[in-house]
């Protein structure tokens, strides 16, 4: 695990940077990190995430537009279970429902 490749893959998210920053504390369960620009580094025992933002867009249905932001993890020196515990609670922050 330690010295391994890191783990990285992109999402989607519907939501704005100010929405993402807002839900981010609770997301990662108030754990430490850092933020730097639109990156943000988060202490896992015994590894890190990084997780970066990419530019805040919208689509536009008719008139309504909808924000959505490309978000990058990259995992560091974490197991296939801790990746997975983090990104279920990370997803169920920013779980979006339609009705």
Known sequence: MR?????RFTRELGVSH????R???AAI?????????DAIEVELDPGRV??????????AI?????????????FHDL??????AFMKRFELYFRRGGG
Request: aromatic content about 8%; charged content about 35%.
């Open 3 to 7: 010295g391994a490749e890191p783990v």
């Open 18 to 21: 100010a929405e993402f920053y």
């Open 23 to 25: 839900s981010l504390p």
């Open 29 to 37: 369960a108030h754990r430490e990190h850092r933020i730097r620009d």
């Open 50 to 59: 990084r997780i970066e933002l990419g530019p805040e867009r919208a689509r």
């Open 62 to 74: 008719a008139s309504l537009r909808i924000p959505y932001t490309e978000v990058s993890f990259e």
């Open 79 to 84: 197991s296939d279970a801790q990746r997975e």
